[in-house]
């Protein structure tokens, strides 16, 4: 990470500062207008637009890993997605991915 | 009398939201670990915690500054995952549109994905809710789960200093992306949209760091509302 500590500061002030906005936007309006039907439609895709996209190449190519992506990279990440698409459950999802990863790394440390 | 309605109704948001303390506790965790590993001071990383509680993004922001990307993609596209929540804020305003200013800038600071979902699902079951009861299920509900995630970025950032350098924290991420997105994959429209935005993202890997993400990430939003269209015409 190469960023100096005020531009730090100024990534965090703007994000809080843009996330107020969003939330507040419709209910600092007066009264209780409605969005364009055809914006609101696409509003309810940013999640699953924006973060495959955004994971993809980490999994791809992870940021940490000094060989590149391995089995248990992809083992990993096809647990996390598995179970928490079968679960419905973030969590689940979470913790499968995670113990795939790790605990073959614990217990390499031990 | 008026004054126990409001308690009353303060006290069952602080019930509903128990169960998103499962989910909301080790994501915190999470989020304090990876930001003390990816260089963050620990006053930086309780000020994110504190000023945006929004974990996606904060980990969407977290990501693209280990890839060093220009601040404007930074925010654009932490901004991006956020922008859901302006549907909340429209959700909401008929509900507490008439709450004075202060009070409605407090739930605008508040409003996320469970303090939305719950307090939405009550004021549909039960309309004739009186407004300043409305207002204290919503603040019971944001103000349980809140500090619990300052607290818990801070009990990671803790954490995150004693992991052993080798331990390849940073692939925490993509697991916490991909099992916050599986769930949210409920019909084919959200599918594809899931599809496009892998396969653009990665095509565009080459492009300035976070933009191609923007531009992915708009045609696939265009993509699941033209794929959600073609099927309902179809139904």
Redesign the interface.
């Known amino acids: ?3 100096s ?1 005020f ?10 500062i ?3 906005a ?14 364009p039907p ?1 914006i ?21 190519w ?4 000094v060989d590149g992506v391995t089995l248990l ?1 992809l083992a ?2 096809s647990a ?6 079968m ?8 913790l499968a ?2 113990s795939v ?2 605990v073959p ?1 614990l217990f390499d ?1 031990l | 009398m008026t004054r126990s309605l409001e308690k009353s109704a303060f006290w069952t948001g602080v019930v509903d939201v128990l169960p998103y303390i499962v989910m909301v506790v080790p994501f915190a965790t999470f989020f304090g670990v990876v930001a003390i590993e990816a260089g963050l001071s620990l006053a930086q990383t309780l000020s994110f915690s504190i000023m945006v509680i929004a974990g996606a993004s904060q980990f969407a922001a977290l990501q693209l500054m280990l890839d060093n990307a220009a601040i404007v993609f930074i925010l654009a596209a932490a901004l991006a995952v956020n922008l859901r929540m302006a549907m909340y804020s429209a959700a909401l305003a008929p509900h507490l549109g008439r709450a004075p200013l202060l009070q409605r800038a407090i739930i605008g600071y508040l409003n996320f994905d469970q303090s939305y979902v719950l307090a939405v699902a009550k004021y549909e079951d039960q309309p004739d809710m009186p407004l300043p009861s409305r207002v204290a299920y919503f603040l019971g509900v944001s103000l349980t789960i809140a500090p619990l995630w300052c607290l818990f970025t801070y009990i990671g950032a803790e954490i995150g200093a004693w992991i052993p350098a080798n331990l390849e924290v940073s692939f925490v991420l993509p697991l916490a992306f991909l099992s916050t997105v599986a769930p949210m994959l409920k019909s084919p429209a959200h599918i594809a949209a899931a599809g496009v935005s892998i396969i653009l993202a990665l095509a565009l890997a080459g492009l300035p760091s976070g933009s191609g993400l923007l531009i992915a990430a708009l045609c696939a939003m265009v993509t699941g509302v033209v794929v959600e269209t073609l099927l309902e015409r179809r139904a």
């Open positions: 990470m190469n960023y500590q531009e730090i500061w100024v990534i965090i002030a703007l994000m809080a843009g996330t107020f969003i939330r507040f936007s419709f209910l600092g309006l007066i009264g209780s207008k409605r969005m055809l609101e439609r696409m509003l309810r895709f940013t999640p699953v637009a924006v973060l495959p996209g955004m994971v993809a190449p980490l999994v791809l992870p940021t940490d890993a990279h990993a990440a996390a997605v598995g179970t928490a698409y679960t419905r459950k973030v969590i689940w999802g979470m991915g995670l990863f790790f790394v440390l």
